[in-house]
């Protein structure tokens, strides 16, 4: 049962979370999970702990874990796959989706931006939807290692190896040795909210948290930052589910 629910700011972020209580637990802990968010969970019989100054001592912790998961939308779910005549995203404009299918014929796929249109040709229905992932996965992976390297340089940082994955939980993450990874579906984003993705994760080359002076270096090289993270919570579950 939820005792209480509540904000509270860390790092200059507000961050919600709910209090609850179970009957399994054995200890107070801090659990952050799609589709409930951040919670602290109590022992049925134990006192209720000083929420904000447990969250303020895990604040790293959390704001790292948060930017693991897009809205608790995003989470689950697909729904069917596109089909012709339908409207699919591509650097945050809609493009109408012309597939054709053509029995003996290599799968490709054009992009006519003048007319926003996405012509795919399959040999088979059934390739239409893998046909299209690969368009994009490709894209994303040029756009993505371009955006790294001008960004690398702008922030005076080097990193490892850059890899397009399709995470169903994180947009991106760097790791302790300075590797890359981002999620394909950032192509479907506005360009700006992609970038500051990269930026968010190569700011991570020069502090290893969340804290202030992390987000002053990603203000400093994105300054709408905060616009670009609404975008996402507002819009990432919808990109997360397509073609699932």
């Not at 955006?147 to 169903?168: H, I, K």
Request: overall charge positive; hydrophobic content about 45%; glycine content about 6%.
């Amino acid at each position: 049962m939820t005792s209480r629910a509540g904000t509270i700011t860390l790092a200059g972020r507000e961050v919600a979370y709910t209090v609850r209580r179970s009957a399994r637990a054995k200890a107070v802990r801090l659990r952050i999970a799609p589709r409930v968010g951040l919670e602290i969970v109590v022992p049925r019989r134990a006192r209720l702990p000083d929420a904000p100054a447990l969250l303020r001592e895990h604040a790293a912790w959390i704001l790292r874990t948060l930017d693991r998961y897009p809205p608790a939308a995003a989470a689950a779910g697909s729904r069917p796959p596109p089909g012709d005549g339908d409207r699919i995203p591509y650097r945050g404009d809609d493009y109408r989706l012309l597939a054709r299918v053509d029995p003996g014929r290599r799968s490709a796929v054009r992009l006519d931006e003048a007319a926003r249109t996405l012509s795919v040709r399959v040999a088979d229905a059934a390739d239409l939807a893998a046909a299209l992932e690969g368009w994009y996965r490709a894209r994303a992976r040029a756009v993505l290692e371009a955006r790294a390297a001008a960004f690398a340089a702008a922030l005076g940082v080097r990193y490892g190896r850059l890899t397009v994955r399709d995470q169903r939980t994180r947009w991106g993450s760097c790791s302790s040795t300075g590797n890359l990874n981002f999620n394909w579906r950032l192509i479907l984003a506005p360009p700006a909210v992609l970038d500051y993705v990269v930026i968010h994760e190569l700011a991570h080359r020069r502090e290893l948290n969340h804290g202030p002076r992390f987000w002053a270096l990603v203000a400093a090289h994105c300054p709408d930052y905060r616009a670009h993270q609404r975008w996402l919570k507002a819009h990432g579950g919808e990109l997360l589910t397509l073609l699932r």
